[in-house]
Nanobody, 115 residues
Framework: QVQLVESGGGLVQPGGSLRLSCAGS????????MAWYRQAPGKQRELVAT???????NYADSVKGRFTISRDNAKNTWYLQMNSLQPEDTAVYYC?????????WGQGIQVTVSS
């Protein structure tokens, strides 16, 4: 079966850093476009960052310059490096993979930024 499993979340102080990982299994994701989303309670889920199969990246304005999305096709894994974290970044983060009309979601992982 196909699975996406996030890891690396937790509690961090403002200004700190975290690195989220999303490990795929069941299929080869090298031809998929990958992304990270986040959702805070009572808010809409928002797109944080994307990385296409060809390597092009895009970021939400709120995280541009602080977050970096990357992928390791040999490990079937993609990452979100989060620096200079602020309380506004607190949310459940979800990894996502898409190819044409087929997509997969991770279960979500909590990131809390608080002093």
């Amino acid at each position: 079966q196909v699975q996406l499993v996030e890891s690396g979340g937790g509690l961090v102080q403002p200004g700190g850093s975290l690195r989220l990982s999303c490990a795929g299994s069941g299929i080869n994701f090298s031809f998929y476009d990958m992304a990270w989303y986040r959702q805070a309670p009572g808010k809409q889920r928002e797109l944080v960052a994307t990385i296409a199969s060809g390597g092009n990246t895009n970021y939400a304005d709120s995280v541009k310059g602080r977050f970096t999305i990357s992928r390791d096709n040999a490990k079937n894994t993609w990452y979100l490096q989060m620096n200079s974290l602020q309380p506004e970044d607190t949310a459940v983060y979800y990894c996502h993979a898409e190819r044409r009309n087929r997509d997969y979601w991770g279960q979500g992982i909590q990131v809390t930024v608080s002093s």
